[in-house]
Every structure is written in structure tokens, then in C-alpha cells.
């Protein structure tokens, strides 16, 4: 049954996807799975992995006690292998391996988003630093301990390798295979590619649709960014007695509709210009294939920048930034003075391995349990 779905799977395929014929090996050898190719295997591994079920509770804007109905880690991670999958199926791509990418990639993501990533980074300084890529591919490469054979999830070089979005060249010398795009100028998968844009189509709109919400987007200065007019006036004119929870969900549905919709139109276009016939074609560019048409691409980063400044630097947002940051902080302080705290236990051989023990400690805590530990430590009550 493996086989035949690998067979099945690569006919679909445009010769310039990643199938069984062209994939990349795993680290360890395994046999063949039977009901399922090997791309699967890999989507369920990281589904059923531990770091996957903990991204219920963390945070992507909005701090998970602050409310159940806004995004988490978790949610953002299947809205992201949606939109992978709808555009790796409108480019003839493979859906399993883009999926898979698409649900691992905030794996090694913080507690308390990009703030708590902002502040174990500064407290790693002096130790390597910290970067939620390097540190998903960390979880599934070591951290995940579920097989008798290996440590890890045992994933495909091509999951990991789209894991590994970004990667500074100091960290891709000591990645081997991995690394090699960094240090020689090419490319990843086009299944990787797909996956690193969706995770920004996914973010800006389901942010937006959480700062409406949550009362903090001025929607007078989202109507100055020209899609969201005209998306709201077009549905204005079509349904004009629609209620305000509508016309929010049907505007910004057609705002990621219209950017997903030219992504795919443009990356067709490229390949066909460029001439692209395979695999190798694909990682040989020296920019990514996948794109948006220039004036799509402009009003994608002006909704960037619209978010940026009445979002993520809401004085609110910032004042849980702050708060979330200092328990960080706090908790590689208490770690770091009084290892045996961790669940490793006391012995290390160097204080840099203690701080990478640290950081993956903290790195794998949910908001609730870090607010919580924190709380036991410093004797008082978690942030409000």
C-alpha cells in the first residue's frame, strides 16, 4: 500500500516536486510504512509528538489566559497547513510533505510568542543565543523522545529542511546538508517555500481578525490599507444589511483569498518563465520561486506594517510583552543558579551545556505552566 501510494502521489506531481523519487533520506534507516508514504509518516509523527499538543498553550498574540476564543500556536499551525495545502495542490506540489512543514514549524516556538523568544535569545547571549527555527529543528532532531532506535522524530531531509527557515552562517556550518543553501545562495523546496510564505498570509490575517476582536485594531486605519476598502465595500454593496461579525469574517476571508490567489498565479508564472523542470531547478535559483505579483507583494508588507504599528505595539500588547519577558528572564536566572530545578538534574559539563538545558526547558513551557512555575518560584501570584 506504501508503494502504491508513492507511485500514485508522483504521477500527480509536477516533475518539480518532492516525491519518493527525489526526497532526501532519513538520518536513520527505517522500513517502509505500510499503509502510508513516507511523507505522511511524517505529518503524523509531528501531530502526535508532545511539543505539538503543547502549542494549545502558547501564545501568538494575545497571552493564553487572556481569552479562549483568540489564535494560539496550536491553531495557527493547522490555519497555516491550509493555505500550504490549497496552494501546494494549485501548483501540483506535495500536500503531505507541505503540511508537515507547515505543522512543525513553530515547534520550538516559546512560551508568550515573540516576546518570550525576544527574551531567551538575550539571556542565551553569552551561550549561542536562542531562534525558534534552529530550536524546532532541535525538537525533532533531539529533544522529542518517543522511539526505542533514536532520539527525535527520525523526519525526512525534507521536512527539516524546510523546518529551518532561516539560519545565520555561523549556525549553518555546523548543519551539514542542512546548512549548505545558506553558505552557497540556493533554495529549498518549493514545498518548503510554500510553507514560510503561508505562515505569513495565516499570521497577518488571523491577527487582524484577533485585534478586531479583541477591541485593539483601529478599523479606520485598517480601512487606509486599499485591499481592506475595497474588500469592505465590495461586500457592503453585496450584502448590505450584513451584520458587523460577518462583514469582518467576509472581508477578511477575501483579503486572503486575493493573496493567496495572485501567490499561486505569480509562482506559475515564474516557473514558466524561468523554465523550471526539476528538483534541482527549483533549489538552483538564487531568490525563491514562490512570489507575489510587485503590487500584491506591496500591499502584503503595507498590511505588515499596519499590524506591526496598531497591533503588536499596542501599549496593552507591550504591557504583557514586558510582564512575560521578566518571567523569562526570571526563570533562566533561578535555572541557571540552581540546576538541579531542572528535570535533567544537576550534572553538566559546561555552564554553556546548562544554559542550552535552560533554554530548552523554557523553550518547551507552555504560558500557563511558566506563569505558574514562576509564581512557585518567586512566591507570588501569575501575571493578570
Known amino acids: 500500500m506504501g508503494e502504491r501510494e508513492e507511485s500514485a502521489q508522483a504521477s500527480a506531481c509536477a516533475p518539480y516536486a518532492v516525491t519518493a523519487g527525489n526526497r532526501g533520506a532519513r538520518e536513520h534507516p527505517e522500513a517502509r510504512p505500510r499503509w502510508r508514504d513516507e511523507f505522511q509518516r511524517d505529518r503524523d509523527r509531528i501531530i502526535h509528538c508532545s511539543a505539538f499538543r503543547r502549542l494549545e498553550y502558547k501564545t501568538q498574540v494575545f497571552v493564553n489566559h487572556e481569552g479562549d476564543m483568540f489564535r494560539t ?6 490555519e497555516v497547513a491550509q493555505i500550504g495545502r490549497s496552494i501546494a495542490r494549485a501548483l501540483g506540489l506535495n500536500e503531505d510533505l507541505t503540511e508537515a512543514i507547515a505543522l512543525a514549524h513553530d515547534l520550538g516556538h516559546t512560551p508568550f510568542g515573540h516576546a518570550g523568544q525576544t527574551a531567551l535569545n538575550a539571556c542565551m547571549r553569552d551561550f549561542g543565543g536562542f531562534e525558534h527555527n534552529l530550536q524546532s529543528l532541535r525538537v525533532v532532531e533531539l529533544l522529542e523522545s518517543r522511539y526505542p532506535d533514536f532520539q527525535g522524530l527520525n523526519l525526512l531531509f525534507d521536512t527539516r529542511e524546510g523546518i529551518l527557515k532561516h539560519c545565520s552562517v555561523i549556525n549553518a556550518r555546523y548543519l551539514g546538508a542542512l546548512g549548505r543553501r545558506f553558505l552557497e545562495g540556493g533554495q529549498a523546496s ?32 485598517l480601512r487606509s490599507h486599499v485591499l481592506y476598502a475595497t474588500m469592505e465595500r465590495e461586500t457592503l454593496q453585496r450584502w448590505p444589511g450584513i451584520d458587523a461579525k460577518r462583514l469582518r469574517h467576509t472581508v477578511i476571508r477575501g483579503m486572503l483569498n486575493h493573496f493567496v490567489s495572485d501567490l499561486i498565479a505569480a509562482t506559475a508564472a515564474a516557473i ?7 528538483l534541482a531547478d527549483v533549489r538552483a535559483q538564487r531568490r525563491p520561486l514562490l512570489r507575489f505579483t510587485p503590487e500584491v507583494l506591496a500591499s502584503h508588507l503595507e498590511l505588515k506594517r499596519i ?17 512575560s519577558q521578566a518571567i523569562v528572564r526570571d526563570l533562566f536566572e533561578i535555572y541557571m543558579n540552581d540546576g538541579a530545578e531542572l528535570p535533567e538534574g544537576p550534572a553538566f559539563p559546561s555552564p554553556e551545556a546548562q544554559a542550552r538545558a535552560v533554554s530548552d526547558y523554557i523553550a518547551g513551557m507552555t ?17 493578570e
Do not use: C, W
Not at 514558466?272 to 526539476?278: A, D, K, N, P, S
Not at 511558566?370 to 501570584?381: F, K, L, V
Open 73 to 78: 500556536r496550536l491553531t495557527h499551525s493547522l
Open 307 to 323: 499590524l506591526r504599528h496598531e497591533l503588536y505595539e499596542h501599549p496593552k500588547v507591550m504591557q504583557m510583552a514586558t510582564r
Open 367 to 383: 504560558d500557563r505552566f511558566a506563569m505558574a512555575e514562576h509564581a512557585r518560584y518567586r512566591g507570588h501570584s501569575a501575571p
Open 272 to 278: 514558466r518563465e524561468l523554465g523550471i523542470e526539476t
Open 190 to 221: 518549493l514545498e518548503a517555500q510554500i510553507a514560510n510564505v503561508a505562515d505569513e498570509i495565516a499570521y497577518n490575517h488571523h491577527d487582524m481578525d484577533d485585534g478586531l476582536r479583541a477591541g485593539l485594531l483601529d478599523l479606520e486605519r
